[in-house]
């Protein structure tokens, strides 16, 4: 069984940074896309960014130019740096992987789910 984990989360004052880690069971993802969605309460979970096998990258307008993906496939982790942060960014951040397109930005259009890792950001 294939298995995403999150970690990194936390609480950070707003214009802080945080970075968040998803490590993959095995090296099963070298050619899926993966990403990060999040979710607060209370609201649909929503697309953060995606990025590809050759480094092609998507964001949410909301996150551009404050967040960063990138991954490791020889560590067999991706990971989401967060600057800027803003208390509308906290939610629980979901690390993903499918055989899609990048610009891909809806949830069920992702296989493979982590069980999710805490952002709160105060004001």
């Known amino acids: 069984q294939v298995q995403l984990v999150e970690s990194g989360g936390g609480l950070v004052q707003a214009g802080g940074s945080l970075r968040l880690s998803c490590a993959a069971s095995r090296r099963t993802f070298s050619n899926y896309a993966m990403g990060w969605f999040r979710q607060a309460p209370g609201k649909e979970r929503e697309f953060v960014a995606t990025?590809?096998?050759?480094?092609?990258?998507y964001y949410a307008d909301s996150v551009k130019g404050r967040f960063t993906i990138s991954r490791d496939d020889a560590k067999n982790t991706l990971y989401l740096q967060m600057n800027s942060l803003k208390p509308e960014d906290t939610a629980v951040y979901y690390c993903?992987?499918?055989?899609?397109?990048?610009?891909?930005?809806?949830?069920?259009?992702?296989?493979?789910w982590g069980q999710g890792t805490q952002v709160t950001v105060s004001s």
């Open positions: 990025i590809n096998w050759i480094g092609g990258t």
């Open positions: 993903v992987a499918g055989r899609v397109d990048i610009t891909v930005i809806v949830p069920r259009g992702y296989d493979y």
